[in-house]
């Protein structure tokens, strides 16, 4: 199973493949269908008014005690559904925040493409779903330049690229996609990730490069594994999760830094600047008392940390 909607548009990128990239089928069955809400965080919070930046958010949320929060919870490590309850690295990253701020921030699990929709109707506070700040979304533009809604506003909280998973040990020093030339890789068929090598392999030019397609990410992987190939492409957060979990992280790791890297945002209404403003603070605040850099740390994205959170910052 593969992804139909687009995480990160930073020069044209998405997460297409990245969702079959995983072994989180269970996650997959439990969320492919429809909206899902996570029943443990359900109903309404208890807020703590004394917590330290309680006082910053609006009336409505100190009252309710609770922040909405859209997400497509089926992209492993940053979001995905483990025994019926979300988990990942935005839902620790929102625990420590609501920490900060005194209120719960609920996650509730729908597509991708209509989380921005969900903060204009008011069903949603804020989405919290990997993805992407641009200045399309924060225009409210399609793919085309037109004008298709208000725009939202974004609080910055950790930037994410593309990465190399390479067989563990890195047998081949496999660095950079320059590396790639003379060698095989493998990738999925039809993402993004092909087009990339194929770009790569005309830059190699006479030194050849050899790509070799699959129906899907998980039988590149195996190529890898087997020696076959010297690099697969993902985002740089799947690639981490799968260098950490596969065969109990023996199997693969990172090749290289990230490329093409942007910055994940926590998109807010632009009507509604009083919590983005709280939220930039609890953000920087769980950079401040380390709480970030664990939950960084936890799910193997320490790469993608960010020394303080931003608003509109992505391009």
Known sequence: MTASTTRRTTAARSRIAAVGAIA?????????????????????????????????????????????????????????????????????????????????????????????????????????????????????????????????????????????????????????????????????????????????????????LTIEAFDTDAEAQTRVKAGGAVADLNDFPVTSYIAKTSGGGNDFEVGGQQSDVGLFGIAVSKDNTQLRDALKEAVDAIIKDGSYAKVMEKWNVKDGAVQSATINAGK
């Open 24 to 208: 989180v089928a269970g996650a997959l069955i439990l969320t492919g269908c429809g909206d899902q809400t996570d029943k443990s965080s359900s109903g309404s919070g208890t807020a703590d008014k004394s917590a330290p930046l309680f006082s910053k958010l609006p009336k409505k949320i100190q009252d309710a005690g609770v922040i909405k929060v859209g997400s497509d919870t089926a992209y492993a490590p940053m979001e995905f559904v483990d025994n019926g309850k979300i988990v990942g690295v935005d839902p620790d990253i929102a625990e420590a925040l609501g920490k900060q701020l005194g209120v719960k921030l609920q996650f509730t699990s729908g597509t991708f493409d209509g989380l921005i929709t969900s903060l204009e109707t008011g069903r949603q506070d804020v989405a919290m779903s990997s993805m992407t700040d641009n200045k399309r979304r924060q225009e409210g533009l399609d793919e085309k330049g037109q004008k298709i809604g208000k725009g939202v506003d974004f609080v910055d909280y950790m930037s994410s690229g593309v990465s190399l998973l390479v067989k563990k040990g890195n047998p081949d020093n496999i660095k950079s996609l320059d590396d790639l030339c003379g060698k095989t890789v493998a990738v999925q068929r039809g993402t993004v990730y092909e087009d990339t090598f194929k770009a790569q392999a005309e830059k190699c030019g006479d030194k050849k």
